[in-house]
């Protein structure tokens, strides 16, 4: 049996922890008796036995080990992702090392990436490296990309536009050379029919009349 000292203690902790649960949670933990009960059935409401814990965990490594870049994806949004899944495994005992993070990373990135991951893992020691400091180098590299894609979309309409021009100064080019071919027909059946003139049917050359 509790002294009153002991009672009152176990009785103030246990009435913190009640007026802090949800109206579902507390229905769980009313019958308890000590604080001790309390804490246990709390571990079990949020975290599950050790037998579910170990089940979410071997879940959340098989997405982590999965999980890659999207197409569509930023650096950020990934970076965001892959942070949830590790604080998921961390909460549950399952934690990576500073290298392990950033190996993954790396190696998680599309094809569009992978001459600058060769770059980072040339040119960085990854045993230092902090995830932070390798988001901080692909979102610079990120921003150039989308600089360079930027420019590129302006300059296509500029094109476009000038397709038309281009267009008529062939047709104009095209006229031109059609024109200058029928003039030369022309002068081409002049002559033609100045020679025919200047023989006879006989095939000798007329006399000039004087």
């Known amino acids: 049996m509790m002294s009153n000292g002991l009672s009152d203690a176990n009785w103030s902790a246990m009435n913190i922890m009640q007026c802090s649960l949800h109206p579902t949670e507390f229905a769980r933990v009313s019958s308890c008796v000590t604080t001790k009960e309390v804490w246990d ?4 409401i949020y975290e599950g036995t050790l037998e579910v814990k170990e089940t979410k965990a071997n879940m959340l490594i098989s997405e982590y080990g999965t999980s890659k870049m999207k197409n569509d994806e930023t650096i950020s949004e990934m970076y965001g992702r892959l942070t949830l899944l590790t604080n998921g ?3 549950l005992g399952k934690t990576y090392t500073k290298y392990e993070l950033v ?10 990436w992978h001459t600058k991951a060769t770059v980072v893992e040339k040119s960085r020691n990854l045993s230092t490296t902090t995830v932070d400091q390798l988001i901080g180098s692909l979102m610079t590299y990120e921003l150039g990309l989308k600089r360079i894609d930027d420019d590129v979309k302006k300059k296509k309409p500029l094109a ?3 397709s038309p021009s281009v267009k008529e100064s062939s047709e104009e080019e095209k006229s031109s050379s059609s024109g200058n071919d029928s003039r030369n027909q022309d ?3 002049q002559n033609a029919l100045m020679l025919r003139r200047r023989f006879t049917p006989s095939g000798r050359k007329t006399s000039p009349k004087l």
């Open 41 to 44: 059935h709390m571990i079990v």
């Open 187 to 189: 002068i081409s059946n």
């Open 103 to 112: 190996r993954k990373f790396l190696g998680s990135l599309t094809p569009i």
């Open 160 to 162: 476009l536009k000038a």
């Open 89 to 91: 495994l961390k909460s």
